[in-house]
C-alpha cells in the first residue's frame, strides 16, 4: 500500500498541470505531526512523517467517524472539531480529508455540521439533487486520484426540492425554466424509476433514493480513474440520506 500511494506521489510531480491544480484546490501533503487542541482520539490520526508510514485510514474507519459525528449532531453535543486558528493554519499547505462528499447544494444540509467536521476533513461537492455533470465527476476524481480519499458518499435528502421539481414536471404540474431544465433532466430517470403506487410522501421518498444510488451507480461508470479505485479496493461509495426531521443519516448501501 505504500509503494501505490508513494507511486502516485510520483506520478503528480511528474505532470505539472496536475501539480498546478494541486496548487489551486489547496495541495494533498499528510496530516501535520502535531494536532491541534480540538483534535480527539475518535478523529483520524497523526502521519508518521519521520518513518514515511502511510496516514490514510481505510472507507471503514472514515465511515465510522462520519457516524459517530452525526451521533454528536443529533444528540447535540457537537464537537466542532479542527476549527481553530492553529488547525486551519496547519492546513494551509497541505489537506487529507477522510472523504469525499457529494450532496445536495440545499442550505439545510450542510455535511462538515451534519457530520461534525471541521476544516481539513471534508472534500465536499455539492449540486442540487446530487446531479452529475462534467466539473462534479472531476472533482470527485480529483477527491479519489489527488487527495486520496477513501470514501465517496452520496449523500441525499429528504424533502429535496430538485427531485419535487422533476416530480412535479413529470406529472405535467409545472415545468422547469432556464438550466433548472437541465437538473431537472438529469434527475427524471429516477423518479421514471419508482412505483406509480406510493403516495406523495412515500413517493418523494423512494425517488430522492433513486436518485442517490443511481449518482453512486454512473460514478464507476463514467470515471475510469474512479472505476479503478474501486475495482483496486482503494474506495468504497456509500449511498446515504439525510432526514431533515431528525438531523439522522441513514446509510443506504
Not at 505532470?15 to 482520539?41: D, I, N
Not at 418523494?204 to 474501486?230: F, H, K, T
Request: with cysteine; hydrophobic share 40%; charged share 25%.
Amino acid at each position: 500500500m505504500i509503494d501505490a500511494y508513494d507511486g502516485r506521489f510520483s506520478r503528480r510531480r511528474a505532470f505539472g498541470l496536475l501539480t498546478a491544480a494541486a496548487a489551486t484546490l489547496g495541495g494533498c501533503g499528510a496530516y501535520p505531526s502535531t494536532a491541534s487542541p480540538s483534535t480527539t482520539s475518535a478523529q483520524r490520526p497523526a502521519a508518521q512523517d519521520t518513518d514515511g508510514d502511510d496516514p490514510r485510514i481505510g472507507p471503514d474507519e472514515a465511515w465510522h467517524m462520519l457516524e459517530a459525528g452525526n451521533a454528536r449532531f443529533i444528540d447535540g453535543t457537537p464537537q466542532h472539531p479542527h476549527s481553530d486558528s492553529s488547525w486551519r493554519n496547519s492546513l494551509i499547505d497541505e489537506q487529507h480529508p477522510i472523504a469525499s462528499i457529494l450532496s445536495c447544494a440545499d442550505s439545510r444540509v450542510p455535511p462538515e455540521l451534519v457530520f461534525d467536521q471541521g476544516f481539513g476533513d471534508l472534500f465536499t461537492i455539492r449540486s442540487a439533487g446530487e446531479v452529475l455533470d462534467e466539473a462534479v465527476l472531476g472533482s470527485l476524481e480529483y477527491g479519489v486520484e489527488h487527495l486520496d480519499t477513501p470514501l465517496v458518499v452520496v449523500l441525499g435528502h429528504s424533502g429535496c426540492g430538485a427531485v419535487q421539481a422533476t416530480i412535479d414536471a413529470v406529472r405535467g404540474d409545472a415545468q422547469p425554466r432556464g438550466h433548472v431544465a437541465a437538473l431537472v433532466q438529469a434527475v427524471e430517470p429516477a423518479v421514471l424509476t419508482v412505483s406509480d403506487d406510493l403516495g406523495e410522501d412515500e413517493f418523494l421518498a423512494a425517488s430522492v433514493n433513486e436518485q442517490a444510488r443511481r449518482v453512486a451507480e454512473a460514478l464507476p461508470a463514467r470515471s475510469s480513474s474512479i472505476r479503478r479505485a474501486v475495482e483496486q479496493d482503494r474506495i468504497q461509495i456509500v449511498v446515504a440520506v439525510y432526514d431533515l426531521a431528525t438531523g439522522r443519516v441513514e446509510r443506504k448501501l
